[in-house]
């Protein structure tokens, strides 16, 4: 951070104009982390590149899914305002195949590249599921950015009981942010065991350390709470309704792994209160609506196939990121944003050195 921060002081980060350009056009679906490695360094080898974004802002998952208090967007912008003087060209509020076609992409592009991320939200089956007062946690926490900048309506915490399913970081930032808005209580479901505090004989160092870590959201929880939120081997069973069809309680259930196969804990049901119920539980891929537009054949993990060893769908086709290799972390999607840029950059021009 002290470096990148001593060269915008320094105004060491300035745009970066080709002085050649090619003939060569790039459409970027999606403005995340790949998507915007992606542009830049296309950019910087002379295409033409534009980049497609479905939301009113620019940044993927670092715009919306990094609540501010973890990442301030005018760090975003700030970038953003360099790539757009070095000649991108960023699109908002396309939704890609219905907004514009697949046969206007082909026609218009030489190069069309997936970055679209893996956002189709993993669900809960619970009875009960379409009542009022669940939501997705990518869904909740876009709100809360959204009302920040904008002022916009918001998914409120304020005085209500909030459970959170998973205990991931996107988990934890859904902990962080209904403490902010002022919940009355907070309870985040695991469905794993709590790790171990300290390392295990059989999980020596250089390992990466296998041990329970207590983030920023937990360690306000306790601070305000008086105790930890986390519950784990626990799951959600039924969601417990009042006579207006609207989210009062959650009735939960402890699981252990017998064989390999999760199962129920016979008489270890709890009721909790609950008005407000957030699901992080994780992606499951690309969307269905991205695959039926552009005929995408996808994995069992739900990514964009690709040719062995390649980041080419097929044809003029490419695809980068979550999209491709699963949900990860920013720093491997643009890893990947950059080293299909590599392989996009060589199809259209031929080159084999992509510095």
């Known amino acids: ?42 950019n910087r080898r002379g295409h033409s590149v534009t980049v497609f974004e479905k939301e009113d802002r620019i940044g993927g998952l670092l715009m919306y899914g990094i609540p501010n208090m973890k990442l301030e967007k005018n760090v975003i912008q700030r970038r953003l305002d360099i790539l757009k003087q070095e000649g991108i060209i960023f699109k908002t509020n396309v939704n890609v195949g219905k907004d514009i076609t697949k046969k206007e992409l082909e026609k218009e592009f030489d190069a069309i590249i997936f970055a679209t991320g893996s956002k189709k939200a993993r669900d809960l ?18 709100k809360a950015t959204k009302h920040l900048l904008d002022n916009t309506e918001e998914i409120s915490a304020k005085y209500k009981h909030v459970v959170i ?29 709590k790790a171990p505090d300290e390392r295990l ?31 784990y081997e626990t799951t959600v069973k039924e969601c417990i309704l009042d006579d207006k069809k609207n989210l009062k309680q959650i009735k939960t259930v402890k699981v252990q792994f017998n064989n390999g196969k999760l199962e129920e ?50 044809d003029k086709y490419f695809t980068a990121g979550d ?33």
């Open 265 to 314: 804990v016979k008489g270890s049901e709890q009721i909790l209160d609950c008005d407000l119920l957030l699901i992080a539980a994780g992606f499951i891929g690309v969307e269905d609506d991205l695959k039926k537009s552009f005929k995408l054949e996808t994995s069992q993990r739900n990514t964009i196939v690709t040719q062995p060893n390649s980041y080419q769908v097929k």
């Open 165 to 193: 399913v998973g205990g991931g970081d996107t988990g934890n930032d859904c902990v962080g942010t209904s403490i902010r808005q002022g919940c009355a209580s907070v309870v985040q479901i695991e469905m794993m065991p």
């Open 125 to 142: 089956n619970v009875k009960n599921r379409d009542c009022t007062g669940i939501y997705f946690a990518v869904d909740y926490l876009t």
């Open 201 to 231: 004989e059989s999980n020596p160092w250089p390992e990466w350390p296998k041990i329970c870590k207590t983030d920023y959201g937990q360690e306000e929880a306790i601070a305000v709470f008086k105790k930890d939120p986390r519950i």
């Open 323 to 355: 999209c491709h290799r699963g949900q990860s972390l920013v720093v491997w999607a643009i890893h990947e944003g950059k080293e299909c840029a590599k392989e996009v950059d060589t199809y259209l021009m031929g080159y084999t050195n992509m510095e």
């Open 1 to 42: 951070m002290y470096t990148i921060e001593t060269a915008y002081k320094n105004d060491w980060m300035k745009a970066y104009i080709p002085s050649v350009r090619s003939d060569k056009k790039v459409a970027i679906i999606g403005s995340g982390p790949a998507g915007l490695a992606l542009a830049h360094d296309l």
